[in-house]
């Protein structure tokens, strides 16, 4: 009950922030009672879990926003530089590194970090989950993008995800 609870407050404060609507009396209950119908469709469906809901994640996951906006930042002008150059310097590679991930949760974070960065896309997650596919825009040396992504993504998601 708690974390339907939870969705709920989520949901009611994201409609508020997202609509601007306070002073009209119609469209706020409207506002309430769909965000009320979306958290008992949830609850019928039984999809309101630890991971449809995870409020376990609590403030940690503000703390990793900020770092993948830089990191999000930093890529796209990794990848303008690339592209504007005379001779484009791209080298597409498929390269396969194993995950340190140990929830579903964590793992589906780690490949759309991966995705939403310019210049990598995640491609297919092993059968086990213990491998993500990536495909990297420039990788000469799959060694220091394996190593890459482990310095950076993996041990934050690692830290945030599973404490």
Request: charged residues 20%; glycine residues 4%; negative net charge.
């Amino acid at each position: 009950m708690g974390r339907a609870l939870g969705l709920l407050v989520v949901l009611a404060a994201t409609w508020l922030l997202l609509s601007g609507i306070y002073d009209h009396a119609l469209l706020f209950w409207l506002g309430a009672a769909s965000c009320l119908l979306c958290v008992l469709i949830a609850w019928r469906m039984d999809v309101v879990d630890h991971e449809g809901t995870p409020l376990e994640l609590g403030w940690r996951i503000i703390v990793y926003w900020p770092w993948l906006f830089i990191e999000i930042v930093k890529a796209n002008i990794d990848v303008i530089r690339r592209l504007l150059r005379a001779n484009p310097d791209i080298s597409p590679t498929l390269v396969r590194s194993r995950t340190m991930q140990r929830t579903d949760l964590g793992r589906v974070i780690y490949a759309n970090s991966i995705t939403l960065t310019p210049g990598t896309l995640s491609i297919d997650v092993s059968d086990d989950a213990s491998t993500l596919y990536v495909h990297a825009i420039d990788a000469p040396d799959t060694d220091a993008i394996i190593a890459d992504i482990k310095a950076s993504f993996e041990r934050r998601i690692e830290r945030v995800f599973n404490p």
